[in-house]
């Protein structure tokens, strides 16, 4: 019997079929496979890159970075970790082509802005229940301090004019002076002519003339401070006008008033310019009296001689001289338009109120410093890696409530003057970088803590002394009590203005010596309320005039409201560190950030001298290109199907960060 294969071939031949079209299936799914296999690699390289984070950074400020020294050898250590997955026998054989970074950011870059963002991110999960301030009251907290900064720079405004003022009253009051002479010597002349005493009348008469000369030499120097106080007062209310902008309305109109008094001085609108003008007048008409007196006086002198002349030649009875001529005509005197009235004055108080201001432009530093504290000579150094002096900007601006935990996060990590934890006090020797009062860093910039410390207590001070003022300003009783001091010092019993410029001048030496009792509070570790009651209020006048004498000027030790080791804290008010942080809102955020940086990377250079922030990764960009292998394309009848294709190409892309 004859053998046929025709069904055998047809056979084999649908086989050979059939089984090409499940190789091609199942190769498609498995090069499926292997990009998903290869997109696992690239993030699982990631993932062990992002695990390799510097330990000292997130033990000590709880950020994640990866160091390194060049971007080549991140690169490479990426490829050894995706090398890992094509070495494992699978169904997946890949070949690695190239691995490149294709973005990355570091702690140091965008100006801070990514280490922000760690802080943020951390301070997320935080301490919210201890923040002093809540994060959406961050732009009112904004706007306190700049109002109070704002007061307390018109403290040395007010004073400065104070002084001129001084100047301007010492010229009024030698007019006055010299009025009040002139007007002693017109009675003498009033009564030397009533009683016909010509020697009398000439005597007081020449003394009357050169008072009355002395007139336009004393009014020239009168104008002369007045014009100087002008200036001043100009430049006073331009920098009120700035101040306004960011005081409250009723505030501002407080502040507005206490120029009034000094606008009195330089208004020739005003009832003291008119009361001077109008007795230079009067004086320049009594002068001219005077000489048509004189001229009288002359004459009737000259007449009584003749008859006398006449008498002794007929031998007639001695007549006397009448000099009611010349009286009548000096009665036409005008009386001084311009006085003072003036009682006792108290000098002793004024030289008090001058010492308590001279004292807290002094060394202000040491007044407050607590006994037995010592500052800090340690220096930031002049490196030239701090993030504070280069020009790169912040590239988002954050708002208000993310400062406030920002703020927080820098009170809780970061060290300041009254910091004596040992964690935040290591011990270097002076002239490394990186100092210890680190919070008076980000505020001041200094190249060492002293200058820092010194530029944090001279702005504590300016806040405080703001704040009082405006408290001061704001309570009738103590505005009263300061006027009523102010007459006892001036010794004016009418309505001159001196009076309110030496009130004006009380309430600012008020608020200093008060700011004064402040900082040495919260130097000494004690609370200050932002806002105090009248039960809070530390100094009443009578301490404050004690202050300038030194007989009772409080010491740091004795402080109400100080700090005892051992004991709670009162809870009212801020202390130093709360302080701090709220002047923080003043900083500008692009200085401030990278003075937090310049704070972070120093204290981590201490045991690494070549760390740097801007060599922490903190987000990275990879693209992963591979070369997958045939399995089943590698018959060689499939690999014809396919036109001899051996491997295909496989481009992943993965991102990461912390």
């Known amino acids: 019997m004859k053998k046929r294969g025709e069904i055998t071939v047809f ?29 696992i690699a690239a993030n699982g390289s990631l993932d062990t890159l992002f695990g390799q984070y510097h330990r000292e950074l997130w033990k000590k400020y709880r950020l ?23 070495e494992v026998e699978n169904w997946y054989p890949i070949r690695l082509q190239t691995l490149t970074v294709t973005s990355q950011k570091t702690l140091g870059s965008q100006g801070g ?49 104070s002084v001129q003022v001084k100047q301007v009253e010492r010229a009024v009051e030698r007019l006055a002076d010299c009025v009040e002479n002139q007007e002693k010597l017109a009675g003498k002349i009033a009564l030397a002519l009533d009683q016909d005493d010509v020697e009398g009348f000439e005597q007081a008469a020449k003394r009357f003339q050169k008072e009355n000369s002395r007139m336009d030499g004393l009014f020239r120097a ?95 009875e001695e007549e006397k001289l009448s ?39 002094g060394s202000l530093l040491e007044l407050v410093l607590p006994d037995g504290m010592a500052v800090s000579g340690e220096s930031w ?32 990590f970061l060290t300041h003057a009254l910091d004596h934890s040992p964690d935040h006090s290591p011990d270097h020797s002076p002239g490394n970088d990186g100092g210890r009062y680190q919070l008076e860093y980000l505020l001041h910039g200094k190249d060492n803590d002293r200058s820092n410390l010194e530029n944090t207590v001279s702005e504590l001070f300016l806040i405080r002394q703001g704040i009082n003022l405006i408290q001061i300003l704001s309570d009738t009783e103590k505005r009263e009590a300061a006027q009523s001091l102010a007459a006892v ?33 919260l130097m000494a570790g004690g609370n200050v309320p932002l806002w105090k009651s009248a039960d809070e209020w530390k100094l009443s006048l009578e301490e404050l005039l004690s202050m300038g004498t030194g007989r009772t000027a409080r010491t740091a030790g004795d402080t109400p409201g100080q700090h005892t080791p051992g004991q709670p804290k009162n809870s009212r008010g801020m202390d130093y560190e709360q302080y701090l942080k ?73 991102a990461k960060a912390y």
């Open 64 to 86: 994640f970075g990866v160091e390194y020294q060049k971007m080549s050898g991140v690169e490479r250590q990426l490829e050894s970790y995706v090398n890992r997955y094509r």
């Open 381 to 412: 150094g002049r490196n030239t890696g701090r993030y504070a002096n280069q020009t790169q900007e912040s590239l988002v601006r954050k708002n208000g409530a993310q400062w406030v935990l920002i703020h927080e996060y820098c009170g809780e």
């Open 582 to 654: 709220w002047m923080l809102f003043t900083v500008d955020q692009g200085k401030k950030q990278t003075r937090i940086m310049d704070v972070v990377q120093a204290v981590i250079q201490k045991d690494e001298p070549g760390f740097r922030l801007e060599n922490c990764i903190c987000d990275v960009d990879i693209q992963v290109k591979g070369c997958g292998k045939h399995v089943f394309f590698a018959l060689p009848f499939v690999e014809k199907l396919v036109g001899g294709q051996e491997g295909y190409e496989l481009l992943v892309q993965a």
């Open 489 to 521: 010092i001036t010794g004016i019993i009418g309505i001159a203005p001196l009076v309110e410029v030496m009130t004006c001048f009380i309430m600012t030496v008020w608020a200093m010596g008060e700011a004064l009792e402040d900082v040495r509070c």
């Open 113 to 161: 802005d990514r280490m922000m963002g760690e802080i943020l991110d951390y301070m997320k999960y935080g301490i919210w229940e201890q923040l002093l301030i809540s994060p959406e009251k961050g732009e009112d907290f904004w706007n306190d301090i700049k109002e109070a900064a704002a007061a307390g720079g018109m403290t040395d405004t007010y004073e400065g004019q």
């Open 323 to 361: 000099l009611s001529e010349a009286w009548e005509h000096w009665n036409g005197y005008g009386s001084a338009a311009f006085t003072i009235q003036k009682g006792k004055k108290d000098e002793q108080k004024q030289q008090a109120l001058e010492q308590v201001s001279r004292m807290v432009k």
């Open 222 to 316: 009168y104008e002369k401070s007045t014009q100087k106080l002008r200036k001043i007062l100009e430049h006073g209310e331009q920098e009120l006008d700035q101040a306004a902008e960011d005081m409250q309305e009723n505030r501002e109109m407080l502040f507005r008033q206490q120029m009034d008094p000094f606008r009195s001085y330089v208004d020739s609108d005003g009832e003291r310019y008119r009361q001077i003008q109008s007795q230079m007048e009067l004086s320049a008409a009594n002068g001219v009296r005077l000489r048509e007196t004189e001229e009288i006086v002359d004459r009737l002198k000259q007449e009584y001689e003749e008859r006398e002349q006449q008498r002794d030649e007929e031998d007639e």
């Open 11 to 39: 056979l084999s031949l649908c086989l050979l079929s059939v089984a090409a079209l499940i190789c091609v299936m199942v190769e498609g799914a498995r090069s499926a496979g292997s990009r998903v296999y290869l997109q």
